[in-house]
């Protein structure tokens, strides 16, 4: 029988898988399927909930990561750093080719 703690740590991977941390602490994680807020969790386990924006002004370390295009977006509350989900088509057509 599967604990309560591990299907929740389950369920946090389905959600939104971490890849990464910058040299500042900022976390970087991958965005799952249409997800539109924050899943990150404070010191006191309350979620987050943010907004998921796009951002465009990241730095030489998120360009030499994931590139100077990057479709990097961010939450407005705790500032973690979201990529897209490879499953998920881009909403805009600009990157048609
Ligand atoms: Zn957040």
Redesign the pocket.
Known sequence: MASPKYAEAKREIIEAKEVGTLSDGTKVKLRAPRMRA?N?KDAKGKL???HLKRWYFFGDEVKAKYGDEAEVYR?E????LYLPNPEETPRTGTLAW
Do not use: P
């Not at 509350?77 to 973690?80: D, F, G, N, S």
């Open positions: 924050c990150e987050c909930a943010g939450c509350k705790c500032k973690t």
